[in-house]
């Protein structure tokens, strides 16, 4: 099934979830011209905030639209963000790391699609079995937290192994790439980084020059800022703080008892400054981008970017 059939759009493209930078903006126009978008529970601080923004968006688009859970620990708001989603019934959820089973499950009843993100077969055939209505296939090309397959060999194996529809992501930036992942069998794309430099994302002035000024040679991955390789632009300040999480940051991103031990003690600071004190590096000083980045050449409406993939 397409995903255009899924969630009766014109388009089969999803303006893919980005910490801190998805907003209302981007997901109103992404719907109001024929795609749809999905922006991360995350990006708001309080469930208040969460459904003023649901709100927001529904105020100014009919069009359907869907919301991003991180599904594991580390994220200790998703059980609220959770029934604040099943309450407001928005279209669809896209889960990221940890189990689905509970967002499928709860769902499931309401008609609320999920889409799993996925990086491999085995992860599929385990999401397919719980009920997911479709998986996202998360490439070695993607921004963000990409996986270790290309994505030729992740999709058409995935379209072989697993009966729910596919859904790519990872390095698409023009319509030729949209064509190419449909017919190697994709139901639809997720497409992040070339959104980045859309006018309506809120990043930056920095960020948006670095956008034009750095290609697809730039981009490197970093464990400093998950923990996780995550692929980030390779400016002089990454270079200097360098890739590799240092043994003190990996002790505080991993170890709670030892996260919550030092917490006891530098309370009256609070955990940025614990963190801080392991690393500088933040969203705010290190940016993300996949190897599309390349594509980029100017700041334009998101509707011009989707153009791009479209005609
Ligand atoms: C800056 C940035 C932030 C991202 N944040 C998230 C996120 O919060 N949750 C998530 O599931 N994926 C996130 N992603 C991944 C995207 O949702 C999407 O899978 C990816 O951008 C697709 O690859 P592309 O960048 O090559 O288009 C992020 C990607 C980027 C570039």
Redesign the pocket.
């Known amino acids: 099934m397409k995903l255009t059939e899924i969630l009766g759009i014109e388009h089969p493209i999803i303006v ?4 801190l ?1 998805s907003n209302v903006d981007m997901v109103v126009a992404a719907c109001e011209n024929g795609a749809t978008a999905a922006f ?1 529970a995350l990006n708001y601080r309080t469930d208040q905030e969460l459904r003023e923004a649901i709100a927001l968006i529904r105020a100014k688009t009919s069009k359907p639209f869907g919301v ?1 859970l991180i599904v594991n620990k580390s994220n200790p708001k998703a059980a609220q963000q959770l029934e604040t989603l099943l309450e407001l019934k928005v279209n669809f959820i ?1 889960t ?1 790391l940890g189990s689905p089973q509970e967002v499928i499950e709860r769902c499931r009843p309401l008609g609320i699609k999920v889409f799993c ?1 996925v990086t491999s077969i085995e992860y599929a055939q385990k999401v397919e079995k719980l009920g997911a209505d479709a998986v ?1 296939a ?1 490439s070695s ?4 937290h990409c996986g270790p397959e290309a994505p030729e060999t992740l999709i058409t194996s995935l379209v072989k192994n697993i009966s729910i529809p596919v859904i790519a ?4 930036a023009t319509k030729a790439h949209v064509d190419e992942v449909l017919a190697w069998g994709a139901c639809g794309v ?5 959104f ?1 430099a859309s006018k309506e994302a809120t990043i930056s002035d920095d960020y948006r020059q670095a956008l034009i000024d750095y290609g697809e040679k730039d981009i490197v991955l970093t464990t400093k800022m998950s923990g996780s390789h995550l692929t980030v632009i390779n400016t002089p300040y990454v270079q200097s703080i360098g890739t590799k999480a240092t043994f003190m940051e990996k002790l505080m991103k991993r170890n709670k008892w030892l996260k919550k031990y030092l917490k006891m003690f530098i309370f009256i600071k609070g955990m940025r400054a614990i963190e801080n004190a392991a690393s500088k590096a933040t969203y705010k000083t290190v940016w ?3 190897p ?1 980045i390349e594509y980029i050449k100017s700041i334009r409406p998101l509707k011009e970017i989707l153009k791009d993939l479209t005609t």
Do not use: K, Q
């Open positions: 893919a979830p980005m910490f930078i991360p991003n896209i990221s993100d996202i998360v090309r993607a921004g963000g992501a990872g390095g698409i997720s497409v992040g980084t070339v980045l993300c981008a996949g599309s």
